[in-house]
């Protein structure tokens, strides 16, 4: 099985897809790559919005995108987030709200250039503090 495990094909939530149709185009095309599973992983920049506001955003968006796709033979979606690191988010309970749905599995975009050992601590923490895998994007 192949799995898409990082994709922005979430209409209109962040850089990827920019509308409905984009996005199906986008599953017709990996379905003929033999891609049989996308997890979708729009960006969540703590610093730009508030939790709740992304939720509602990514949910609108994938109950579009999940109409639109019942019935068709295309690859099967999940759904998740890529949370830009930030300092305390090990502390922060809202990550189990933007895990790979079925799964304690949290995809964090770590900055570029050398890490620090506070941001090692940070990825220790979610595993430790909070329960989940991180999975450095």
Same mark, same amino acid.
């Given at each position: 099985? !192949?799995?898409?495990?990082?994709?922005?094909?979430?209409?209109?939530?962040?850089?990827?897809? =920019?509308?409905? %149709?984009?996005?199906?185009?986008?599953?017709?095309?990996?379905?003929? =790559?033999?891609?049989?599973?996308?997890?979708?992983?729009?960006?969540?920049?703590?610093?730009?919005?508030?939790?709740?506001?992304?939720?509602?955003?990514?949910?609108?968006?994938? %109950?579009?995108? &999940?109409?639109?796709?019942?019935?068709?033979?295309?690859?099967?979606?999940?759904?998740?987030?890529?949370?830009?690191?930030?300092?305390?988010?090990? =502390?922060?309970?809202?990550?189990?709200?933007?895990?790979?749905?079925?799964?304690?599995?949290?995809?964090?975009?770590?900055?570029?250039?050398?890490?620090?050992?506070?941001?090692?601590?940070?990825?220790?923490?979610?595993?430790?503090?909070?329960? &989940?895998?991180? !999975?450095?994007?």
């Amino acid at each position: 099985m !192949i799995i898409d495990f990082h994709s922005h094909i979430l209409p209109g939530v962040d850089h990827g897809s =920019q509308s409905l %149709e984009e996005s199906l185009e986008m599953l017709r095309i990996m379905k003929a =790559q033999g891609i049989e599973a996308v997890v979708a992983t729009p960006h969540f920049y703590a610093d730009e919005e508030y939790p709740e506001e992304f939720l509602k955003r990514r949910s609108i968006a994938k %109950e579009k995108l &999940l109409k639109a796709t019942e019935g068709k033979d295309l690859p099967k979606l999940y759904f998740g987030a890529e949370v830009a690191y930030y300092r305390g988010m090990g =502390q922060s309970n809202v990550l189990k709200d933007l895990v790979i749905e079925g799964t304690k599995a949290i995809m964090v975009e770590m900055p570029m250039g050398k890490w620090t050992s506070s941001m090692y601590d940070e990825l220790e923490a979610i595993h430790d503090r909070l329960g &989940l895998v991180p !999975i450095v994007a």
